[in-house]
């Protein structure tokens, strides 16, 4: 079952989040041998961007459980707008979950320069 977070990001900002992912009992889960991927579309459907462990702008911790999101400001310059999300990650065997959705929100910049 995934867990909803929302994002709020500034326009032209460098993004740079860290999750940890835990079990019921609060533990970090291993994430050894783990990819990931997340996408970000528009409401109707069109795809904006993607993350992924296979172009480095998701690192995983490995023991520690956590999930480090990065994409260059070049990238996050898209419409200031609402947008959707989900963050999948696939076991070495093959196992697909997702463990967050929500609403990543892209706020204008106020300061200039």
Do not use: C
């Not at 326009?11 to 999750?19: F, P, Q, S, V």
């Not at 835990?22 to 409401?43: C, E, F, H, W």
């Not at 996050?76 to 990650?89: E, K, N, P, R």
């Not at 463990?99 to 892209?106: Q, V």
């Amino acid at each position: 079952m995934s867990g909803e977070y929302n994002f709020d990001h500034i326009y032209g900002d460098t993004l740079n989040r860290t999750i940890t992912w835990k079990d019921s009992s609060n533990v970090a889960i291993n994430l050894t041998g783990y990819t990931a991927r997340m996408q970000i579309r528009t409401p109707q459907g069109e795809l904006i961007l993607t993350l992924s462990t296979t172009d480095s702008s998701i690192v995983l911790g490995g023991s520690a459980g956590t999930i480090q999101l990065v994409a260059a400001a070049t990238t996050m310059q898209f419409a200031t707008t609402l947008y959707l999300y989900d963050l999948v990650l696939t076991s070495g065997s093959g196992v697909k979950t997702t463990i967050l959705a929500g609403r990543f929100t892209l706020n204008q910049k106020v300061t200039q320069g």
